[in-house]
């Protein structure tokens, strides 16, 4: 479900999420956006009503540096990078929206296989433990990729197949509809909605690729969560305690 915020993009919660057999993710407790750092007044107020406890940044220090979080009340803000420095991981330099493809695919078997973006993911689990239950929010610049990474495997680790997770996944691509547009009616050229065609929407291939990355490397994601993550039956006998009704 998305929701529209004065200063916050690509926002939508996990509630209501249903599990093959029937589960369904508890209402007012997942959240993932875009950053926070134009979230307006009442954005916040908002946030802070809903009851979050925790967000979880994983911008790099220089995203973050330009446009830091608004202060939810009430919150912890915890700063978890899969990337420290991602200007200079892909770069996105190019013009060409072959190359920039190119560059976002090698983005995922980062995020897959890198050990920085493993410890990040395997804080942000962690987190998840510890909050209990209560509403988390999680998010990066614009709530797509590296944010999209995590829910996608928050969502394998609640028992969500593979196709489920991706389906939510693209999801995102219905705020990067309104944001082309928006170049649209400001008469971008060709050449630049062609670019940004690359740039803000997601891609099943991509998503795909992070599954074939973490397979090809553990066997299943069920290995993958338990070996590199930490999670674990126990640990996933946990979350859907806390997170599935």
Not at 70 to 89: C, T
Not at 136 to 141: A, G, K, P, Q, S
Not at 206 to 212: L, T
Request: hydrophobic share 40%.
């Amino acid at each position: 479900m998305f929701y529209t915020f004065d200063g916050i993009e690509n926002a939508r919660e996990l509630g209501g999420l249903t599990r093959s057999d029937g589960a369904r993710i508890r209402e007012n407790a997942l959240f993932r956006t875009g950053h926070l750092g134009r979230a307006s007044a009442a954005d916040v107020k908002w946030l802070s009503d809903w009851g979050v406890k925790l967000v979880i940044d994983m911008r790099d220090r220089r995203e973050r540096d330009r446009s830091p979080d608004r202060e939810v009340p009430g919150a912890r803000n915890l700063w978890l990078p899969p990337v420290p420095d991602l200007e200079e991981v892909i770069p996105i330099k190019s013009t060409v929206p072959r190359e920039v493809r190119q560059v976002f695919h090698e983005f995922y078997r980062l995020l897959s296989l890198h050990p920085t973006a493993i410890e990040a993911y395997e804080s942000f689990f962690r987190e998840l433990l510890a909050a209990e239950g209560q509403p988390v929010l999680w998010h990066c610049t614009q709530g797509k990729d590296r944010t999209g990474v995590g829910t996608m495997l928050l969502l394998s680790a609640l028992g969500f197949d593979q196709q489920t997770a991706i389906d939510e996944y693209l999801l995102t691509n219905q705020f990067a509809a309104g944001q082309l547009e928006a170049m649209r009616l400001a008469r971008a050229s060709e050449e630049e909605l062609a670019l940004m065609g690359e740039v803000f929407p997601v891609f099943e291939r991509n998503a795909r690729y992070y599954f074939d990355c973490v397979t090809v490397e553990y066997g299943t994601m069920d290995n993958y969560l338990e070996l590199a993550l930490g999670i674990g039956p126990q640990e996933r006998a946990r979350l859907e305690e806390y997170y599935l009704e």
